[in-house]
């Protein structure tokens, strides 16, 4: 039941957008594979991180959407980093590599934990324009294995990949939903011992995300209503650390909404980049942008301006 391998959209994918690999520190073992599609003048693409088990190609589905309706679109594969630090480090140096002043990450799980602590650790010197988080937690401790983070990379790779399925879905789901389990399976078959055990280690060593490090940055945060790896608490949590997020609800996807309901995941994504339309920020190629959609979003912007002097006067 492999559907979406040989889904006409993914074979597509696969022989139109090539896949880039690029090393940007000392060790030539790291390295970033990655698929840049859109307008290469686009100066603030939306990238895309994906969860443990993921592999660039999980989102294929945004790629195929977002370039169609003009946006650049980067979705990428992380090398093997042991911690956070290094993960921000290597990732700054993929963006300087790339000529990326800023950007708009799109983070799935630990893709979003990642993203957040990304903006976190670059909020001297702002790198992260806006956030959009799929199914993702602030605060490593709610897995409750803080206490074996250090000892994954002793792991053979069988037993990583058992811990992974242990968050997969049980019980009876929709095709597409099943058609998603079995692709992300297919996915995280593809990852070797090290790889899997870095993940882990990112995924669960202690750490948490300061909100107030990243407040000047646009969120919007996409979850599920049925059954998926996250606690409730932890969907609280997020809400919490970011009252002012949009919120786009999905009744059903399970862990993989960007796979299994990917019209809605794009529509979202589509509407959170909106409101960059005309500013520098923008994701989108401006002639793909209509006149009158320009004109309504530059008349809100002088507005939001008026109504700040007008606070200033006050």
Avoid at 25 to 41: C, E, N, Q
Avoid at 86 to 97: I, M, N, Q, S, Y
Wanted: glycine share 4%; charged share 20%; hydrophobic share 40%.
């Amino acid at each position: 039941m492999e559907e979406i391998k040989v889904s006409p959209d993914y074979n597509w994918f696969r022989s139109t957008v090539p896949l880039k690999r690029i090393i940007v520190d000392d060790d030539d073992s790291k390295v970033w594979s990655l698929y840049d599609a859109g307008p290469k003048s686009i100066r603030c693409p939306i990238i895309f991180l994906p969860p443990v088990s993921g592999t660039a190609e999980v989102f294929f589905q945004q790629v195929l959407a977002l370039t169609g309706w003009g946006y650049r679109v980067i979705s990428l594969q992380y090398p093997v980093y042991w911690d956070l630090m290094e993960f921000c480090d290597g990732f700054r140096k993929l963006l300087d590599h790339l000529q990326l002043d800023k950007v708009h990450l799109f983070g799935a799980s630990l893709g979003g934990f990642l993203a957040q602590k990304f903006a976190e650790c670059t909020h001297k010197s702002p790198r992260v324009h806006s956030l959009i988080l799929c199914n993702s937690f602030s605060d490593t401790s709610i897995f409750n294995q803080t206490w074996t983070a250090n000892s994954f990379w002793l792991m053979p790779a069988f037993m990583l990949k058992k811990i992974v399925l242990g968050n997969f879905a049980k019980g009876p789901v929709d095709p597409k939903m099943a058609d998603a389990i079995d692709f992300m399976v297919d996915r995280l078959e593809s990852l070797n011992q090290s790889e899997l055990a870095s993940r882990l280690t990112l995924n669960c060593q202690n750490s948490y995300v300061e909100p107030h490090k990243i407040k000047d940055v646009a969120v919007t945060i996409i979850d599920v209503f049925d059954q998926s790896a996250l606690s409730l608490e932890a969907k609280e949590e997020m809400y919490k650390l970011y009252p002012n997020a949009r919120r786009a609800h999905l009744k059903t996807g399970g862990n993989f909404p960007y796979l299994c309901r990917s019209a809605e995941v794009n529509l979202y994504i589509q509407i959170h980049l909106r409101q960059f339309h005309g500013t520098r920020y923008a994701a989108i190629s401006p002639a793909m942008v209509s006149a009158e959609e320009l004109e309504v979003h530059e008349s809100h912007l002088s507005n939001k301006h008026d109504s700040a002097d007008d606070d200033d006067n006050q």
